[in-house]
């Protein structure tokens, strides 16, 4: 069973819009999570770290959400633009060096 | 720095024959992990090394895939015989562990389709 799940698996939003993205997660001791940006054909690029201590860190018009003791974080994605269409991918780092991936969430940002 | 840098980008093969990836990892990046990526499965680690030493081949689907790190500006994975099962992408990514902890840079991927 995967110890990090994302919800939802796709979404469609109109440029322009705000979307939010979930990530709740069963692994520890927790360390940090971060979420990972991949545009289609490309490698993942980090976008924001959250610590224990942090509730909320923002990128732009990506601001990152934890909730340390519901286990949940979540990503909103503020006035989406077309580059944002990717998939977005929760990753938990536990137990000193041990990450564990969730499966992504395809954002697709339509004119 | 010019990131991490792996090649082929594009791999096409026929079952049987043998593949081999390659990845020069981020000057001065002590951790080295190779992931495969499907539809299917999405991101899973194979094997990581750290300062060149393998640390963890749990992710290793069976005796067909090795890798090698000879040096720490130089890794290797080998599909030996290739499947049509193992088409997927296959990444590479370093990360220096006393700076940013966790903090994966990946490479472009090889997208690798046994036939």
């Known amino acids: 069973k995967n110890q990090v799940e994302q919800s939802p698996q796709s979404l469609i939003i109109l440029e322009g819009k705000n979307c939010t993205l979930q990530c709740n997660y069963t692994v520890s001791p927790f360390s940090n999570l971060r979420w990972y940006k991949q545009d289609t054909g490309r490698g993942p690029v980090s976008l924001t770290i959250?610590?224990?201590?942090?509730n909320t860190k923002s990128n732009g018009r990506y601001t990152a959400t934890l909730d340390a003791d519901t286990k949940q974080s979540s990503l909103h994605i503020t006035a989406s633009q077309l580059s944002d269409s990717a998939s977005y991918i929760c990753?938990?780092?536990?137990?000193?060096?041990?990450?564990?991936f969730g499966a992504g969430t395809t954002v697709t940002v339509r004119a | 720095d010019a990131g991490v840098i792996q090649s082929p980008r594009h791999e096409v093969t026929e079952m049987g024959q043998e593949v081999t990836l390659r990845c020069k990892p981020i000057s001065g990046h002590d951790y080295l992990f190779w992931y495969r990526q499907t539809m299917m499965r999405g991101l899973e680690l194979l094997i990581y090394f750290n300062n060149n030493v393998p640390i963890d081949d749990s992710g290793m689907p069976e005796d067909r895939f090795s890798a090698k790190m000879p040096n720490a500006s130089f890794s290797t994975l080998k599909i030996q015989p290739s499947e049509p099962r193992d088409s997927a992408v296959y990444f590479c990514?370093?990360?220096?562990?006393?700076?940013?902890?966790?903090?994966?840079?990946f490479g472009e991927g090889s997208r690798l389709t046994v036939l």
């Open positions: 959250m610590t224990f201590s942090e």
């Open positions: 990753v938990v780092r536990y137990n000193d060096y041990k990450l564990s």
């Open positions: 990514a370093s990360s220096f562990r006393d700076t940013d902890p966790g903090e994966l840079f």
